[in-house]
């Protein structure tokens, strides 16, 4: 048993790894749809009332698809360098995370919140989804400069945890759609909110129980 328990960290780390490259492999075949710039493919195609009338709404959403595929990977890296101890390459594209998340993707994906499907509801909680992004990735840049790396290591898994929201929100889209047929409307409600509680509640979870 206590072997078990010494090992769980270990086997989350390579689940998690093998995990996070497939689907990284999908979020990069989806921004790559938008390469070069297109407004008549994919997510775009249901949103061309915003991209007729709100020609803003074009240049935000290009900043948050192209700066995110780079947040996932830069986070990730982060994450991955006590395996190899490379404390420069941690602490570089821990920088490069936290630069594009607060100037770039999170702003860009709070104002893409607005115009989100599925009404109020889910507008709600896009809204508070890229707000808690920038917070939490806020509080940890705080920790790190005041060197406080306890507190840095929790506040940056729970900016993680929110980043990877971006794929959770698209595994529930597929688990829901195949088992109950819901119209569209209906799905964005609900994958407004389990993409990002959930994994919340996880990484709280292991926070507390000193498994991360």
């Excluded at 270990?10 to 070069?36: A, D, N, Q, S, V």
């Excluded at 240049?59 to 101890?85: A, C, D, E, M, P």
């Amino acid at each position: 048993m206590v072997l078990v328990k010494k090992n769980m960290p270990h086997i989350f780390r390579i689940l998690f790894i093998l995990g996070f490259g497939y689907f990284f492999w999908l979020m990069l075949k989806i921004t790559l749809e938008y390469i070069p710039l297109k407004t008549d493919v994919s997510f775009l195609m249901i949103k061309q009332t915003e991209v007729v009338e709100r020609p803003e709404y074009l240049y935000f959403f290009y900043t948050h698809v192209y700066t995110s595929i780079f947040v996932l990977l830069s986070g990730f890296l982060s994450i991955l360098r006590k395996n190899f101890g490379l404390k420069n390459f941690h602490k570089t594209s821990g920088k490069v995370y936290i630069f594009l998340i607060l100037i770039l993707a999170a702003p860009s994906g709070i104002y893409m919140g607005f115009f989100a499907n599925g009404g109020i509801f889910s507008k709600f909680s896009f809204v508070i989804l890229g707000s808690l992004w920038w917070f939490s990735t806020f509080r940890a840049y705080q920790s790190a400069r005041r060197k406080n790396f306890t507190h840095h290591k929790q506040w940056m898994w729970r900016s993680f945890a929110l980043t990877l929201s971006a794929v959770t929100l698209r595994i529930w889209k597929v688990i829901i759609v195949y088992l109950f047929h819901p119209s569209p409307m209906d799905v964005y409600q609900i994958i407004a909110w389990l993409g990002w509680i959930p994994n919340i509640i996880l990484i709280e979870y292991l926070i507390t129980k000193k498994l991360i």
